[in-house]
């Protein structure tokens, strides 16, 4: 979910090295709030920082930079106040976050038997789940670790209609430790 980043390597149609780590993509949407309060002196809540991480965040510099006005509560008169934000200032909210998740995807790819990063090095990683929608991570994590990075169609709900086929197929699940509950 948001408050974590789950990473695996998959083969043979099981697991063979995973980690989930606490920095993930609400750690961004915090990052964009602290930001503002310190910058701004405008607090905000978590629903104005994810829409300001969708609609101007980006985990690469921007070649044309934009910007989007946002509300939020000056922190000095409790009052409504309006501000703009940058997708630079935004950037330099997120870049730490960002490099943290990058470094995550880095340490289970140094756990990963090196015939098997051979492949993914052949054949790309697959980014799943909300937060694999930031703009430009794809490009960042290719960049990052030299490995093409593949973007799902709907990576939001991936997960969900992965976990509907293999309540649908359980035999799916035959090389992973890992049983269905009635």
Not at 29 to 34: A, Y
Not at 75 to 104: H, M, N, R, W
Request: one cysteine or more.
């Amino acid at each position: 979910g948001a408050g974590t980043t789950d990473i695996a390597v998959i083969s043979l149609g099981g697991i063979s090295v995973c980690e989930s780590f606490k920095t993930a993509s609400s750690d961004i949407d915090t990052q964009i709030i602290r930001y503002v309060r310190k910058e701004y002196n405008i607090e905000i809540g978590p629903l104005t920082a994810e829409m300001i991480k969708i609609k101007i965040g980006s985990a690469v510099k921007r070649d044309i930079e934009v910007a989007i006005v946002a509300k939020g509560r000056n922190v000095f008169s409790g009052l409504p106040e309006s501000f703009e934000i940058s997708s630079s200032e935004v950037y330099e909210a997120i870049s730490e976050t960002v490099d943290t998740i990058c470094g995550a995807i880095r340490q289970v790819l140094n756990r990963t038997d090196p015939d098997l990063v051979a492949d993914i090095t052949e054949d790309g990683m697959y980014l799943t789940g909300g937060g694999s929608q930031l703009m430009g991570l794809a490009e960042k994590l290719n960049d990052y670790i030299g490995i093409e990075i593949h973007q799902l169609d709907d990576p939001a709900h991936s997960v969900v209609k992965g976990a509907a086929v293999a309540l649908k197929k359980p035999e799916l699940l035959k090389n992973v430790d890992y049983q269905l509950r009635s």
